[in-house]
Nanobody
Framework: QVQLVESGGGLVQPGGSLRLSCAAS????????MGWYRQAPGKQRELVAT???????NYADAVKGRFTISRDNAKNTVYLFMNSLKPEDTAVYYC??????????????WGQGTQVTVSS
């Protein structure tokens, strides 16, 4: 089994910054892509950013130029640096990871979510 634990959410004023972290632990042979998603009240979960094992990144248009995703493969950790935050960024942020746990074991795991609130 694999666990993803997120941290770093909180309340921030518009224009502020936050850094989210997500650490994977457990039965991990290797991790393929990792990503961040978010879900605002009354809306569907949406992609924020993804990063491959080779550090190729992809961003939602709404966050391009403001958010940066990175990963530390040695620590099985993915980060999301969020700058110039807007009220519309308010949501629960979830990380996920595409994990290889053995020769024929590959599965996507999700974290429990961390709340980000942007408000004055």
């Amino acid at each position: 089994q694999v666990q993803l634990v997120e941290s770093g959410g909180g309340l921030v004023q518009p224009g502020g910054s936050l850094r989210l972290s997500c650490a994977a632990s457990g039965r991990i042979f290797s991790i393929n892509a990792m990503g961040w998603y978010r879900q605002a009240p009354g809306k569907q979960r949406e992609l924020v950013a993804t990063i491959t094992s080779g550090s190729m990144t992809n961003y939602a248009d709404a966050v391009k130029g403001r958010f940066t995703i990175s990963r530390d493969n040695a620590k099985n950790t993915v980060y999301l640096f969020m700058n110039s935050l807007k009220p519309e960024d308010t949501a629960v942020y979830y990380c996920n990871a595409d994990v290889n746990s053995g020769l024929a074991e590959r599965r996507i795991y999700w974290g429990q979510g961390t709340q980000v609130t942007v408000s004055s």
